[in-house]
């Protein structure tokens, strides 16, 4: 038989974390997203109050073609309702973050996403001297004598504010 220790909660795991990450990140409203929210708190009730005037007053002054009045106020509640704006931002911003999350790019919210967009040039730590902290130099072949190479780079170095300086 196997026999298994566990050190740590599913929960302290990486993936988990990731997991936790990727959904923290979908909660979290972007810039457009509340723009958007902020708006729908007032254009649907307008639109509401539009359509019941448009089926209101006529009735009220008893107009005799109240179906027509009552069709046209049905229009533009359908017309005029907000749901394809409403559903549409926070249903691509999940589609996205999910896409980058499968992808195995993790991004923090929608709000990068919109930032990102905008980004023209982008830097990648290759070597990881950055990111890791780790430096090192798998080859190296002078042209010149260690001695005079060892002053040159030292006077170099002595000026530089590089980290790997």
């Known amino acids: 038989y196997i026999s298994v220790k566990t050190t740590a909660l599913a929960e302290a795991c990486v993936v988990a974390k990731m997991a936790k ?17 902020e708006c729908a708190k007032y254009y649907t009730p307008g639109v509401c109050v539009v359509a019941a005037c448009l089926a209101g007053i006529p009735a009220a002054m008893r107009v005799h073609d109240m179906e027509k009045w009552y069709h046209l106020a049905l229009v533009v509640l359908v017309s005029a309702c907000p749901c394809a704006l409403i559903l549409s931002t926070p249903v691509a911003a999940f589609c996205a973050l ?23 040039v982008i830097c990648f730590d290759k070597t990881g001297t950055i990111t890791k902290g780790e430096f090192s130099v798998s080859s190296f072949h ?5 001695q005079k190479l060892l002053y040159w780079v030292s006077s170099i170095e002595s000026k530089s504010s590089h980290p790997m300086a």
Do not use: F, H, M
């Open 21 to 37: 990450l990727v959904e923290e990140a979908q909660n979290n409203k972007s810039k457009t997203q509340r723009y958007v929210d």
């Open 142 to 146: 002078p042209l010149i004598d260690n």
């Open 98 to 120: 999910s896409k980058a999350a499968t992808s195995g790019l993790l991004v923090k919210g929608a709000e990068y996403l919109e930032i990102l967009s905008t980004v023209k």
